[in-house]
């Protein structure tokens, strides 16, 4: 079946310095990725969408300066968040799309944790 | 810029009732539905999805969708303690090149024994 993993799972880093998050795609083709962002306020964000060979698309509020994504193959992204501050605490979460199950079904890892200090 | 609102944020039931979860969407082009299923810990899971205005049953679970109201919901029926968890709406529009999947915050569930 389709798994998605992510690393680490939680990390805590000094505040203003940066960490850098995977996420890995085991038994499918993941031709996009979403990363999300599900914080301490309950809120449930977008970060930004990410194909292969095209362009990564920013949601409002999020910029590919403080959150640069590599995604260079179908089986593997990462996410950097640079800077980290207070308000960058949350679970990121990594969704791959696995267009060959149709229906557009959006698979989760299980999150990376980031605490701020 | 959809807005996806969930109600209510927390809902504690007993073994047995029948439960409603409620969200409300913004973009009256949105074509797709889903409702996902986070258990503590865990990676939100995709339960049940629906394309047309309707409803839709599987098992215990069934998902009405109203389009022209901008609201579906999920509906348990025989809740089990083993449906505890956070419950996530999902929306995508009528986008572009983008697949984009706006969720709503959740509604916290919690089937007491």
């Known amino acids: 079946g389709a798994l998605v993993y992510q690393y680490p799972r939680r990390t805590i880093c000094k505040s203003g310095t940066s960490m850098r998050m995977e996420c890995q795609a085991v038994?499918?083709?993941?031709?996009?990725v979403a990363w999300y962002r599900q914080s301490p306020q309950k809120t449930f964000e977008l970060i930004a969408l990410?194909?292969?060979?095209?362009?990564?698309?920013?949601e409002q509020n999020f910029t590919q300066e403080k959150f640069p994504i590599s995604h260079p193959n179908l089986s593997f992204s990462s996410m950097t968040v640079l800077n980290a501050y207070l308000e960058d605490r949350g679970l990121y979460l990594c969704?791959?799309?696995?267009?060959?199950?149709?229906?557009?079904?959006?698979?989760f890892g299980s999150g990376t944790r980031l605490t701020v200090l | 810029q959809q807005n996806v609102q969930q109600s209510p944020e927390s809902l504690i039931v007993p073994e047995g009732a029948r439960t409603s979860l409620n969200c409300t969407f913004s973009?009256?082009?949105?074509?797709y539905f889903w409702w996902y299923r986070q258990h503590s810990g865990k990676a939100p899971k995709a339960l049940m999805?629906?394309?047309?205005?309707g409803e839709k049953e599987e098992g215990r679970f069934t998902i009405h969708l109203n389009k022209a109201s901008l609201h579906f919901s999920l509906h348990i029926r025989d809740s089990q303690p083993s449906d505890s968890a956070l419950y996530l709406c999902?929306?995508?529009?009528?986008?572009?090149?983008?697949?984009?999947?706006?969720f709503g915050a959740g509604t916290r569930l919690a089937v007491c024994p």
């Open positions: 969704g791959a799309r696995d267009v060959g199950a149709g229906a557009e079904t959006l698979y």
């Open positions: 038994g499918f083709q993941a031709t996009s």
């Open positions: 990410s194909t292969v060979n095209s362009a990564i698309k920013y």
């Open positions: 973009d009256s082009a949105s074509q």
């Open positions: 999805s629906i394309f047309s205005n």
């Open positions: 999902a929306v995508r529009g009528l986008s572009g090149s983008f697949n984009k999947l706006t």
